[in-house]
Each structure stands twice: as C-alpha cells, then as structure tokens.
C-alpha cells in the first residue's frame, strides 16, 4: 500500500505562484507514475498533469499547460506542482495520485483512475 501526502496549498492572489508537493510512502515511487488531479467546489474532478517513472514523459491539461510544470525527485519519494500565473478558476483540491501502470490516455480521457490517492490540499486563489 501506497500512502500520499499533499502540503502547499493556501490562499493566493491571482497571478501569483505556489508549489505543491506530495510524498509518497514506502520503496517502491520509481516504479509509480505520478499525476496531480484537482476538484473545484461543484465541479468533477479533472486531471492537472502527469508524469512517467523517470520523467521522460510529462503531459497537461490544456487549461494548465504552459503555467504549471510537473516534475519529481525519486531520491525523496516527492512529487512536484509548480503553478505560475494562478488563476481564480484554479482554486480548487488538489490531490496526488499514483498507478504502476501507465495508461494516461485514458486518466485524460476520464474512463480509467489511478490506483493509490492522497486526500488533498486546497488552494484558493483570490481574483
């Protein structure tokens, strides 16, 4: 079993930048892919970004791309969110996720979820 750690959310105010990162449990994060997901209040959840085992690959979500990055260090089992240019219709939860398989085709296309989840942090960002 895989436990995940979200920290670094808060309250911004628009256009300014956080990061978030989210620790992983156990020896086994070089072999977990890794994704950010977010859930605004009302709203489904929808995927923020991904990125594979050694980072060779790293996809976004069209609304994020461009002014957030994805990246990870396997040495300290973490997994980061840089977000810039922070938009009011960011605010949300935003949970790391995590499956040893690779099928982002379908985590993008929401018909298939990760398997090991963290509960979240929130980030609020003020217009």
């Known amino acids: 079993q895989v436990q995940l750690v979200e920290s670094g959310g808060g309250l911004v105010q628009a256009g300014d930048s956080l990061r978030l990162s989210c620790v992983a449990s156990?020896?086994?994060?070089?072999?977990?892919?890794m994704g950010w997901f977010r859930q605004a209040p009302g709203k489904e959840r929808e995927i923020v970004a991904v990125?594979?085992?050694?980072?060779?690959?790293?996809l976004y979500a069209d609304s994020v791309r461009g002014r957030f990055t994805i990246s990870r260090d396997n040495a300290q089992n973490t997994v980061y969110l840089q977000m810039n240019s922070l938009k009011p219709e960011d605010t949300a939860v935003y949970s790391c996720?995590?499956?040893?398989?690779?099928?982002?085709?379908?985590?993008?296309?929401?018909?298939?979820?990760?398997?090991?989840w963290g509960k979240g942090t929130l980030v609020t960002v003020s217009s």
């Open positions: 156990g020896d086994t994060f070089s072999t977990l892919h």
């Open positions: 990125i594979s085992t050694t980072s060779t690959t790293t």
């Open positions: 996720a995590a499956d040893p398989g690779w099928a982002a085709m379908n985590w993008f296309r929401g018909v298939a979820t990760m398997r090991y």
